[in-house]
């Protein structure tokens, strides 16, 4: 059922009729097709859904849809979806609500969990301990499959994931794993400590998603353990929640490299006026540093004078300096985002793009020179200064794009803020600078 | 066990110690270790692995160290290897390897698999139908939960995933999907038909892989299921393999974007004249390109000879016409990759990046007057020369990087070229031209 659709049933009051629709619907695309509608339509369609599909539902809804939801609901319904729903999307629910709300949840939370919503409120934003949930299956050692089977049938519907179990002694400490797989190929009489693996691949709580995120690449996981200092299972996270976070993070990335605020509003539904606050500030800082480069030409104004011709050069300079600085940027940026590249790996990085540099700015500049003693005709002492600064410029573009992605890791900012605009900035005005004494020396000025 | 340690024992030729090392550890992080060594060892410590553990690993080592397996194994370990490997894989391996080692393949893999080969070595590089497996559980309508358990356990080792198991009639036509987590809570006497879902979300076959991962990352799903033009079951698409695309998709879509050509291999493997044969490319040609901003100031000269001023101002507004543009192309490039924002969005896109570069420009320009004003204490008809070509700056590039990527969209092409280094040459042309016209008419050229 589309949008138009539903409007249209909605308007001849065909309840019936939309009932049967949408009970046959994923979750996510009824949350994608109430979410638009007004709170009060939205609150008249969601109590026509059977309660399990109403809370999965409930738990894609955008955050402004939910908060309006628990206000409107009675409190019997407010008991049962808060009750149903999984713990990380609870917590990730208390942390954006208003604080009426928050007590309206905790009033209704399971015992269990309401003395742990405080413990996963103080996890880091953005680390492993806030991304996960306490609903996992733990089996240990001794049981049999049989055992297992029956301990997953009772836990199973109320665990995120139970395509991978924890195999964890009396002191939680995590001992092995086995996948749900593995026990129902199994023979019934067989142990579990025969079955799981003990290769475990953990995360710790304050673990960076994105390092999470690199993890579940890697292998290839559906679910992940958690653990503290002392090796004790704490939660789980599982491939689903990673997926939306992946897409987030990369998404952030293009943000910050495009220089612009990052958000989480897709592009069509963020207002005008909020994509300017979040473009302005790096093109107000970039314009004003740009001005710098006018002061630097302002310096050498009787060597632009002498020689009007210079000038004319000066846009090609600086565009082949800044995308040069750009590829070099982007590509470490990504490099360390995947964990191909590793802050120690600066030395190498360096004598690397030194070496690109060269050869990418030697062919740039004879080319160059050609082009411009042939077919343009200049002076030749003009084609040398142009083809000279040009390789500088590569130069210094490709060095600065490599190490300055490298910097902000180590001073633990984002490496995408030293994308191409920031570079371009940098490299103009070391450009124009070598420029300039190139000129002054080459051509007497 | 990390590399060094595997060096030192393998001097020692501490045989046994290896053996037992290497066979607690993860299929992954084996095939890292390994895959740095020269054929002969790798050979000699793959051959002390479990037979399970040695097709896992080789299904995740590099293409190169496969193909050197293969050419250096006996026949009969070669048919272990492509006997247990999952098909997918063994089609990844035949699209990439030599003649003869396609034939060693073939002869080896089972005889359901060798009929299937050439179908699926037909679909489109990076479809769904090229990253599907066949290798999934298959269930019908009527059996109940301990036949379907039954048949789990028989096919389960074989299958790719038994997470999500698929339902089909006699035609192969698909019917719903079951998951696994269902099937283990539910009662044995209990239909197939009773669990299942009908709400089923599908790819076909000739799907591009971003599609695909776009579906996973909103339904968050473990396996998604291919189907031909009259809904039958092909193949399914694991989360783990579709993890791998969605990353690489990306890393390629950065690539582009900083004006390189894209590869699969990461920063520090690549040799420097690769890297320089993948950034040089563009890199030439936007030089070239640049250097029509260089004509268009020539054709000007007489305008920038009467105010040596004005050319100060150059680098400013080329870097604003830049930054602006790329802030626009960027999010429209991420917004088609996720799927925020479709072709026919074009004028929405238009008309948003309309109002922001009014508003953008409008503020950008009133700062700059006044700095120019008061601070650098220019003529005021220079000040408005400046600042009125800033608008039209801004406006010029987000129009141009806001519909630029679209275009690319519409012609089949990958949007991301369309990305700051092509948007920055476009606009500083414009950008010029507009600066010139304006400042003939204001100061009176």
């Known amino acids: 059922m589309d949008e138009k659709t539903l409007e249209e049933l909605i308007e001849q009051k065909k309840f019936l009729e939309i009932k049967s629709e949408i009970a046959k619907m994923n979750e996510v695309d009824l949350a994608e097709l109430l979410d638009p509608l007004d709170a009060q339509t939205t609150l008249l369609i969601f ?23 628990m206000e409107a609901v009675t409190d ?23 604080a009426n709300i928050v007590n309206k949840i905790l009033l209704y939370a399971r015992d269990d969990e309401r003395k742990l919503v ?86 710790s709580t304050n673990d960076d998603q994105e390092t999470v995120a690199n993890v579940f690449t890697k292998y290839g996981f559906v679910a992940l353990p958690v653990v ?26 293009f943000q910050i490299i495009a220089g612009t605020s990052p958000t989480e509003d897709s592009y069509l539904d963020t207002p005008v006026w909020q994509l300017v606050k979040n473009r302005l500030p790096w093109l107000l800082i970039l314009m004003v540093s740009a001005t710098f480069t006018g002061r630097i030409m302002e310096r050498f ?69 050609v082009r411009l003693l042939f077919i343009e005709r200049v002076d030749v002492n003009i084609a040398i200064t142009v083809s000279l600064t040009l390789i500088m410029t590569v130069l210094t573009a490709k060095l600065v794009g490599g190490i300055l992605p490298l910097i902000a890791e180590k001073l ?8 191409g605009p920031l570079i371009t900035t940098i490299v103009d005005a070391l450009a124009l600078i070598v420029y300039f004494l190139i000129a002054k020396a080459m051509l007497g000025l």
């Open 47 to 69: 109590r026509m859904l059977p309660k399990d599909l109403a809370v999965e539902v409930f738990a894609h809804f955008s955050m402004e849809q939910q908060v309006g939801i």
């Open 76 to 98: 019997e319904e407010a008991e049962n979806i808060i009750k149903d729903l999984f713990f990380d999307d609870m917590i990730d629910l208390i942390e954006e609500v208003p």
């Open 118 to 203: 405080n413990q996963f409120l103080n996890y880091p934003e953005d680390s492993a301990g806030s991304l996960m949930t306490i609903e996992y299956v733990s089996l240990t050692k001794e049981l049999t499959v049989k055992e297992a089977l029956a301990h997953i049938k009772e836990v199973g519907l109320t665990s995120e994931t139970v395509y991978t179990c924890y195999v964890i002694d009396k002191n939680r400490k995590l001992e092995g794993f086995v996948s749900l797989r593995k026990i129902v190929t199994a023979e019934e009489d067989i142990l579990i400590k025969d079955l799981m693996e003990d290769d475990i691949i953990s995360v």
């Open 228 to 253: 503290d200092n002392e090796e004790r299972l704490i939660g789980i996270i599982t491939v689903d929640d990673i997926m939306d976070v992946m897409e987030r993070e990369v998404t952030e990335d």
């Open 301 to 369: 104004e009787a060597v632009l004078a002498a020689n009007v011709l210079l000038t004319t050069f000066i846009p090609m300079l600086m565009d082949t300096g800044g995308n040069s600085g750009s590829q070099s940027s982007t590509l470490i940026i990504r490099g360390l985002a995947v964990g191909d590249i590793e802050m120690s790996d600066g030395p190498k990085v360096l004598w690397k793009e030194f070496r690109i540099a060269i050869l990418a700015g030697v062919i740039l500049a004879g080319v160059n020179f």
């Open 412 to 419: 633990h900012m984002d490496p995408a803020i030293m994308a």
